[in-house]
């Protein structure tokens, strides 16, 4: 009998069938057992090992499908020659994950915009409000649900967007989905997308962009005035749809003032357009009252409103929402009635008693503080070690500013400084379609992630790397 002799240990977690399964595994490849050698039978090997028939059976079962042994009828299991196959064996080299993994790996102080503060999240709250929904009587928790999301989550939707941010709409017109990207695809496919030229801010959500550039729509990039997206431009443009972040312009920070926002409804009244309202950080103000949002403003259904909890909640919790004017609420109706929901019927039902028991404006309350908080240390840390020598923008809401660094270095060399010193800063340039315009020595600095020591710790490493030779 061929020799199989494995140490098999008891004690480890993982199973004996995974232990023996790996260790002749490891001896095929190794060509310890040799093309063509016959395996002990189950019998004899469960017998010589003193283990049970079932585990060396699982083992050779796993040979078996991943093709290093085969079975011959009346005559046993037999290795296979697999030379053809050890160089798929082999750790494959792919220095563009390990250049960032190296990176991320040589950051203790992230200023990455897309962190939120997880500290802070209601974790407990979360888990109850989860057990709660979580029993036997509600069977639909586990089918696929209302695929244009629970009506319950989209009742209370529809009454917080009402009294927060003026919003008009009924839980009908309310679609939930696993993010932006995701709902702003499906607007795509309920627009007659033949022809359609979409008019995007300058700089704009390189986000966004990916989307409306993988449905092979002409984008044009329109300039920002200091209201905001350039109304003489965008009517120049030709387009018939536009994208904008008026609550919180993405990247400039920049809040579209309550005269531009007529001007914009103007402009799709005029030219039958459509604008894509995204309310990206409208939830975090800390300047001023909040302006009436485009789709309360609008009385000739060319409002598509789409927002995201991502930043107020979790981003891993997946959930978007669009809410569609009637005519493309009827096209949806038709055209998507087939499809399931991607976001979970669990998460679905746990944030809508998170809403309706008064869980999810405590929690903005809370954040808000914690996020003004955060933006007034980096700031004043900012003016104290840095003063003239720097720029900042954005400071009106969300959770990031833009920052313009006055020593000659270009973006890239500002990055590669920061990480020196195992500070994330990022770019900015990536947000610009065109190069004309462009700031070349700007960073984006996001604090939603960061806690107030680690804040001022970076700046001070900012200073060493930017200003100190």
């Known amino acids: 009998m061929l020799e199989v002799t494995p140490i098999l240990n008891t004690s480890n977690k993982k199973p004996l069938y995974q232990q023996l399964y790996q260790y002749i595994k490891d001896e ?104 709660n929904i979580l029993h036997p009587n509600e069977k639909r928790l586990f089918s696929y649900g209302d695929s244009q999301g629970e009506y319950e989550l989209r009742l209370e939707l529809a009454k917080y967007l009402r009294h927060s941010r003026g919003v008009e709409c009924s839980p009908e017109q309310i679609v939930i989905g696993a993010g932006i990207q995701p709902l ?42 200091k209201y905001g997206i350039n109304i003489d431009t965008l009517y120049k443009s030709t387009a018939n ?98 499809y399931d929901q991607s976001v979970s019927t669990i998460h679905q039902m746990t944030l809508h008693q998170f809403i309706k028991q008064g869980y999810w404006e405590r929690h903005l309350r809370k954040m808000r503080k914690v996020y003004q908080r955060k933006q007034t240390t980096l700031i004043t840390e900012i003016k104290r070690r840095l003063g003239q020598r720097v720029s900042i923008t954005g400071t009106e809401a969300g959770l990031h500013i833009l920052l313009e660094v006055k020593n000659g270095m270009c973006e890239e060399e500002l990055i590669n400084q920061a990480l020196k010193f195992k500070v994330g800063v990022y770019p900015v340039s990536r947000h610009w379609r065109g190069n004309s315009n462009r700031q070349l020595n700007m960073v984006q600095i996001g604090f939603g992630g960061v806690t107030e020591e680690k804040i001022i710790e970076g700046i001070k490493r900012l200073e060493k790397a930017w200003f100190m030779k």
């Open 241 to 338: 749809v536009v994208y904008i972040t008026p609550s919180h312009q993405f990247p400039s920070g920049l809040i579209m003032p309550f005269s531009r926002r007529l001007q914009l409804l103007k402009w799709a009244e005029t030219q039958n357009g459509i604008i894509i309202e995204d309310d990206y950080d409208g939830e975090f103000r800390y300047v001023g009252k909040p302006i009436p949002a485009l789709q309360g403003l609008d009385t000739n259904n060319n409002v598509i409103y789409i927002g995201s909890l991502s930043k107020s909640l979790l981003p891993s919790i997946r959930l978007g929402y669009m809410i569609l004017p009637l005519p493309l609420l009827k096209r949806y109706k038709q055209s998507f009635q087939l």
């Open 28 to 131: 095929i490849v190794s060509g310890k057992i040799q093309t063509g050698a016959r395996l002990p039978s189950i019998r004899q090997l469960s017998k010589h090992l003193a283990v049970s028939r079932n585990t060396v059976e699982t083992a050779y079962q796993q040979l078996i499908m991943e093709g290093y042994v085969e079975s011959k009828p009346r005559s046993g299991l037999f290795v296979i020659d697999i030379k053809c196959e050890l160089p798929l064996l082999q750790p494959r080299h792919n220095p563009i994950i390990e250049e960032n993994k190296n990176v991320q790996q040589n950051i203790d102080i992230d200023f990455r915009y897309g962190h939120v503060d997880s500290e802070h999240f209601p974790y407990a709250i979360w888990r109850k409000l989860t057990l």
């Open 184 to 225: 702003i695809s499906i607007v795509f496919h309920l627009i007659n997308s033949e022809g359609t030229t979409v008019a995007m801010e300058e700089p704009g959500y390189d986000g966004v962009r990916a989307v409306l550039e993988n449905h092979r729509l002409t984008v044009k990039a329109i300039p920002l005035d």
